[in-house]
């Protein structure tokens, strides 16, 4: 019996695996415990295929996620199963990933019970210490999730998360589609449970107010590739990449709420057929001809991290 991650998974893999292809190219990069990083760059830019990836509902074609060691993309390993189990993936639409005919209880505690957290007959109480961390009445366990609100969907879907007890969770976008009241509730839930539970996160966001008050850590990425990391005062205060900074500028800072991201100039191209070179070259102020026929080579300076010529040599 497949649990609702590998159906979904599979489901992901085979409507997505074709396109998904080059969506990731040599994205790199390490999240330490209790850290939350952030992931940002616009839609399209395979943020939230990273995710799917590490989460383990995105096949990985060519590399390796790992995970306290483990190579979680070995699908024969029952090590690695055990470990994918530690990073769990909430969504940005809870009332998509919630089944409408099961109770908000079986919802929640479901995974649980599948994976020997708690029994059958304990569940019910299992459940209810799961609602009540995340700020929901246990009472309400035997409703649907139509009975509830938007913010209050997130927390069942939060909820069902910790179920199974993770160490890491993704969230991808998990606050864009509340009013910006009931994010900032959210994301002090987020904070709470990172204190209480000891998690690591990997925040996915459009909204660098957000990531800004959220993130210790930001990373950049554009059409697949990590283009800038650094922790996030270094990134807001000095960013190094002109794709970073064109993302600063066009953003207002703190305060932005659910502002919609507006795109730096020109269009992001089809990730299936990125631009040589640089893939920010097209959209790039800063571009010249070398930015055209060369990659750019990935540079760590202390905690910061670049790919862009201006800081390799130049563009000549
Ligand atoms: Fe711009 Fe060239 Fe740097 Fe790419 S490598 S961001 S095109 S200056
Ligand atoms: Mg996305």
Redesign the pocket.
Same mark, same amino acid.
């Given at each position: 019996k497949l649990d609702g991650v590998e159906r979904l998974a599979r489901r992901l893999g085979a409507d997505l695996r074709e396109t998904c292809v080059n969506a990731v190219d040599g994205a790199s990069f390490t999240v330490a415990r209790g850290e939350v990083v952030g992931l940002v760059g616009e839609s399209g830019c395979g943020k939230s295929t990273l995710g799917r990836m590490v989460a383990g509902l995105l096949p990985v074609s060519d590399g390796t996620i790992r995970f306290e060691g483990v190579d979680v993309t070995d699908t024969k390993s029952a090590q690695a199963r055990e470990k994918r189990l530690r990073i769990q993936m909430i969504f940005q639409d809870p009332m998509s990933s919630l089944n409408p005919r099961m109770k908000v209880q079986d919802i929640i505690g479901e995974a649980a019970v599948h994976h020997g957290l708690t029994s059958r007959a304990d569940m019910p109480a299992y459940v209810a210490g799961l609602m009540e961390k995340v700020g929901l009445d246990p009472a309400y366990a035997q409703r649907y999730p139509h009975q509830f609100s938007g913010g209050q969907r997130q927390r069942i879907g939060i909820a069902r998360a910790l179920a199974v007890q993770p160490e890491f969770l993704i969230c991808d976008e998990s606050i864009a589609a509340l009013d910006v009241s009931i994010q900032a509730q959210v994301i002090n839930l987020f904070q709470d449970l990172r204190r209480d539970l000891d998690l690591t996160y990997l925040f996915i966001s459009h909204d660098l107010g957000v990531v800004e008050h959220i993130a210790d850590r930001v990373v950049v990425m554009y059409l697949g590739r990590i283009v800038e990391a650094a922790p996030t005062e270094a990134l807001f205060d000095a960013p190094r %990449? &002109?794709?970073t900074q064109a993302l600063l500028d066009q953003v207002p800072r703190l305060g932005a709420g659910r502002q919609e991201f507006r795109t730096v100039k020109g269009e992001i191209p089809s990730p299936l057929n990125p631009p040589p070179g *640089?893939h920010? %070259?097209p959209r *790039?102020p800063?571009?010249?001809p070398r *930015?055209r026929r060369e990659v &750019?080579r990935t540079l760590t300076d202390g905690a910061h991290v670049t790919a *862009? %010529?201006?800081h390799d040599g130049g563009?000549e």
């Amino acid at each position: 019996k497949l649990d609702g991650v590998e159906r979904l998974a599979r489901r992901l893999g085979a409507d997505l695996r074709e396109t998904c292809v080059n969506a990731v190219d040599g994205a790199s990069f390490t999240v330490a415990r209790g850290e939350v990083v952030g992931l940002v760059g616009e839609s399209g830019c395979g943020k939230s295929t990273l995710g799917r990836m590490v989460a383990g509902l995105l096949p990985v074609s060519d590399g390796t996620i790992r995970f306290e060691g483990v190579d979680v993309t070995d699908t024969k390993s029952a090590q690695a199963r055990e470990k994918r189990l530690r990073i769990q993936m909430i969504f940005q639409d809870p009332m998509s990933s919630l089944n409408p005919r099961m109770k908000v209880q079986d919802i929640i505690g479901e995974a649980a019970v599948h994976h020997g957290l708690t029994s059958r007959a304990d569940m019910p109480a299992y459940v209810a210490g799961l609602m009540e961390k995340v700020g929901l009445d246990p009472a309400y366990a035997q409703r649907y999730p139509h009975q509830f609100s938007g913010g209050q969907r997130q927390r069942i879907g939060i909820a069902r998360a910790l179920a199974v007890q993770p160490e890491f969770l993704i969230c991808d976008e998990s606050i864009a589609a509340l009013d910006v009241s009931i994010q900032a509730q959210v994301i002090n839930l987020f904070q709470d449970l990172r204190r209480d539970l000891d998690l690591t996160y990997l925040f996915i966001s459009h909204d660098l107010g957000v990531v800004e008050h959220i993130a210790d850590r930001v990373v950049v990425m554009y059409l697949g590739r990590i283009v800038e990391a650094a922790p996030t005062e270094a990134l807001f205060d000095a960013p190094r %990449h &002109p794709y970073t900074q064109a993302l600063l500028d066009q953003v207002p800072r703190l305060g932005a709420g659910r502002q919609e991201f507006r795109t730096v100039k020109g269009e992001i191209p089809s990730p299936l057929n990125p631009p040589p070179g *640089c893939h920010f %070259h097209p959209r *790039c102020p800063m571009a010249g001809p070398r *930015c055209r026929r060369e990659v &750019p080579r990935t540079l760590t300076d202390g905690a910061h991290v670049t790919a *862009c %010529h201006l800081h390799d040599g130049g563009t000549e």
